[in-house]
């Protein structure tokens, strides 16, 4: 029997990643094309509206813009957890603990001028992420405790309180019975742009430039990276491997903490259980799609935003927004499959797992030499 | 707190472990030949969805249970293929995995929100034993998805440890290259491995859509897939042990909704007053003080898990 066996390429196709990206976006809509053919949709008409509500106009990609600034932040969060190689799959809990102390902030301090109130409530935004992510980055970095698990579970925890707030502690008296916490004050709002787009998005492009110099230009962005691909080598050279895995997963927390404060003081009106809406867990794949690198996490937080509010907009032709959430993940798969394809060729390899290229020939002929390239 | 409430409380408790279980067993198969899944949330909405919609459609129970477990196998043969054939990064698909295993099953099940099938699993009196004060209704009063999960469990526990197959997928799960240098295909068995775990999460999410919670909500899973990959490792990888923490997270997540009914007093708070949102975080909490305890135990030993646990294995690299 002859198999097929990946090969590295000698030869990158060169810009992989992004052309990946590409593909995996034609793939996603390929499928979901088939999927709105299958259920009785027309596709042009769906695309077409998603694409009109994403990008035609600035109405509309102020719409894009607001959608991508979370992404981007939480996607960053992830990235810099993830260029060490740790995986902060509860960005989604550390958005909300950032937004509910913002918001306790917003309560008590209301009095302060809007500049100055919205700086404390980021400032303690950030400090909230860091505080769900203390526990999981502890155990982690002290007794290997896998932080994937931890950090999720916690984001079940942190919906989980602010549901709690919303409709005890916090409930807002004036809300005619209606489960909701007070809306932050009036002073508390990040200045917009334009459309629906505010300053947050200026934020967050500003902390990713930063973050792609400091990950790829300093010192520590190096010892960082070494200290994720070889531990061994990060620990001869002196690097404190836990003090690295603290810093890493703390940042990361604290950049998630931050989303949920800038989303607070920018597009949401108050603190509400559904203020995250997916953004870290979307902010995982983001961050995948961009192997980790500040750079490529405003690209795939773009397109993802744009996605998002596409989803959003076909609800009005009786297509459920879910269909965002499958492109969303279908991009990744075929991102990920394309990338393989990429960095590897297809070798037909004989029974025993002979690669040689002579044994090829022997057990099946010439066939084998036109997919043999080299 | 009620005889009847506290006999209820371990029926329930018994249920929710055969979900956790279940889905827990399927991803242990996959994590003992060395594939990380961590789309089991995924793939239990997806059984969820699928079996309930089949039950709906043929009003059998098993039908629709046997339907969710071959939709979570080609579910989990997605993560197979892009992370085990092409090897892709576990983490990266197995999110993706759930992530899009959310979306598509709320995609598919949104015209059947709300709709409630004529006939579900019903529980199994077994002759005589039923009838035994309290332990009839725990043990011999349960649904049939409880004594299949049992006895999947001595299926997975003698398969693993006494059979050939369970030779070769413990050694897949340890080294690759060495497996593959003996003879084995080391794509065959892993992918077969993650798409029979597909199978059982699959098979878990219909219990929850057909007995637990009959009808399809999104997010009914509720993190329940995530309990279940928590619980592989304190089960240290081992069926008998996974069976043991499935019975403690069961206890837990059966408690929580009961707890509010429960006129107790702990640390000086009276429990029913606590706000349900809050001691919904009871599970989530106890799975992070499990690992921390785990891992605490475990720091001067060797890691029970799979050396080869979430490493891809390309022949050409090796």
């Known amino acids: 029997m002859i198999r097929p066996v990946l090969v590295r390429r000698d030869k990158v196709v060169p810009a992989t990643q992004a052309v990946a990206f590409v593909v995996g976006i034609a793939a996603a809509l390929v499928l979901g094309l088939i999927l709105l053919w299958t259920s009785g949709h027309n596709p042009a008409e769906v695309y077409e509206r998603m694409f009109d509500a994403a990008f035609v106009g600035t109405d509309s990609l102020a719409r894009t813009l607001e959608r991508a600034t979370p992404l981007a932040l939480t996607g960053l969060a992830v990235a810099v957890a993830g260029s060490m190689g740790l995986w902060n799959i509860g960005a989604e809990g550390q958005m909300m603990a950032g937004a509910t102390i913002a918001a306790g902030v917003a309560m008590t301090a209301d009095g302060l001028p809007g500049p100055l109130l919205i700086a404390v409530m980021v400032v303690c935004g950030v400090a909230g992420g860091m505080v769900l992510m203390l526990g999981p980055a502890l155990a982690r970095s002290h007794l290997g405790v896998s932080e994937i698990i931890t950090t999720l579970m916690l984001v079940y925890v942190a919906i989980r309180v602010v549901e709690w707030l919303e409709t005890g502690p916090w409930k807002d008296p004036e809300s005619f019975g209606f489960a909701v916490i007070e809306p932050v004050p009036e002073q508390a709002s990040l200045p917009g742009l334009f459309g629906r787009a505010n300053i947050g998005t200026l934020i967050a492009l500003g902390l990713l430039l930063v973050f792609s110099l400091a990950v790829s230009r300093t010192a520590w962005g190096y010892e960082l990276r070494l200290a994720g691909s070889s531990p061994n080598t990060a620990r001869y050279a002196g690097i404190s491997l836990r003090r690295k895995v603290l810093t890493a997963l703390l940042l990361s927390g604290g950049i998630a903490g931050l989303a949920g404060a800038v989303q607070l003081t920018g597009s949401a009106t108050r603190l509400e259980s559904g203020l995250s809406n997916g953004y870290g867990f979307a902010g995982i794949i983001v961050a995948a799609l961009a192997l980790m690198r500040p750079s490529g996490v405003a690209a795939a937080a773009f397109v993802f935003g744009a996605v998002q509010v596409g989803g959003q907009s076909i609800q009005t032709l009786g297509v459920s927004s879910a269909i965002s959430d499958i492109l969303q993940a279908m991009i990744l798969f075929g991102a990920l499959m394309a990338a393989v394809f990429f960095n590897y060729r297809i070798r037909w390899s004989g029974p025993a797992g002979q690669a040689s290229s002579d044994d090829d020939q022997a057990e099946a002929g010439d066939d084998t030499m036109a997919l043999e390239g080299t | ?318």
Request: aromatic share 10%; no cysteine.
């Open chain 2, 1 to 318: 707190m009620s005889e009847a409430a506290l006999v209820g409380l371990f029926v329930a408790t018994v249920q929710f472990a055969t979900l956790v279980f279940l889905a827990a067993l399927g991803e242990l198969i996959a994590e003992r030949a060395g594939v990380l899944n961590l789309g089991v949330e995924g793939m239990m909405a997806m059984g969820a969805v699928s079996g309930f919609m089949v039950g709906l459609e043929t009003g059998s129970p098993w039908a629709a249970f046997f339907a969710a477990a071959a939709v979570g196998a080609l579910v989990g043969g997605l993560h197979a293929l892009v992370s085990v054939l092409l090897g892709a990064d576990q983490v990266v698909s197995g999110l993706a995995l759930t992530i899009g295993g959310l979306g598509l099953a709320a995609y598919v099940g949104r015209n059947v929100v709300g709709e409630r099938p004529e006939t579900l699993f019903t529980d199994l009196g077994i002759a005589g034993l039923a009838d035994i004060r309290w332990f009839g209704d725990i043990f011999f009063n349960q649904p049939p998805v409880v004594y299949l999960a049992v006895l999947l469990g001595l299926a997975v526990w003698f398969v693993l440890t006494r059979t050939r197959l369970g030779l070769a997928l413990r050694a897949v799960g340890e080294s690759a290259p060495t497996t593959d240098a003996v003879g084995h295909s080391v794509m065959a068995l892993r992918a077969g491995a993650v798409m029979v775990g597909g199978a059982f999460a699959g098979a878990a999410g219909s219990f929850l859509s057909l007995y637990m919670a009959p009808g399809w909500t999104e997010g009914m899973v509720a993190g329940r897939g995530w309990i279940a990959v928590a619980l592989v490792i304190f089960g240290a990888w081992r069926p008998g042990r996974l069976a043991l923490g499935a019975l403690l997270f069961g206890f837990t997540l059966a408690l929580q909704p009961r707890l509010q009914s429960f006129d107790i007093e702990l640390l000086g708070v009276q429990v029913n007053r606590i706000s349900p949102a809050l001691l919904g975080i009871l599970p989530f909490v106890l799975t992070v003080v499990v690992l921390v305890i785990i891992s605490w135990r475990y720091r001067h030993r060797p890691s029970p898990a799979p050396a080869a646990l979430g490493l891809p294995y390309r022949r050409e690299e090796r």
